[in-house]
């Protein structure tokens, strides 16, 4: 199961009781998150580092070659950050979901 269905399956059970969660289970979907967020932004990175070095070499190759690399690097950069932003609100949802876990253990 991809991960944000995953954490989206999380955030739709119970807060407690009968069929909620274990804390372990968010806290390791977090795990899995943050590091999912990271890859995204080193995969973010390295497309904005090609679209800077397609640039820079442009007057070297075809303005038609330019231009489709430059339409795909767009194209997987715009999809990247969309990825990441909805992985970003996810987590934000499962980590008030564990503060809450954890708040209500508390008392």
């Given at each position: 199961?991809?991960?944000?269905?995953?954490?989206?399956?999380?955030?739709?059970?119970?807060?407690?009781?009968?069929?909620?969660?274990?804390?372990?289970?968010?806290?390791s979907?977090?795990?899995?998150?943050?590091?999912?967020?990271?890859?995204?932004?080193?995969?973010?990175?390295?497309?904005?580092?090609?679209?800077?070095?397609?640039?820079r070499?442009?007057?070297?190759?075809?303005?038609?070659?330019?231009?489709?690399?430059?339409?795909?690097?767009?194209?997987?950069?715009?999809?990247?950050?969309?990825?990441?932003?909805?992985?970003?609100?996810?987590?934000?949802?499962?980590?008030?979901?564990?503060?809450?876990?954890?708040?209500?253990?508390?008392?």
């Open positions: 199961m991809p991960l944000q269905e995953e954490i989206a399956d999380l955030l739709r059970m119970p807060e407690n009781g009968a069929g909620a969660p274990s804390l372990d289970a968010i806290e979907t977090l795990t899995d998150g943050y590091a999912e967020a990271l890859h995204l932004e080193v995969e973010r990175s390295r497309i904005e580092r090609r679209l800077g070095e397609v640039v070499d442009a007057g070297e190759v075809s303005a038609h070659s330019v231009a489709s690399e430059l339409s795909e690097l767009s194209e997987r950069l715009d999809t990247a950050e969309d990825e990441l932003a909805r992985l970003r609100a996810l987590l934000e949802s499962l980590q008030a979901r564990r503060r809450a876990v954890r708040d209500s253990r508390e008392t």
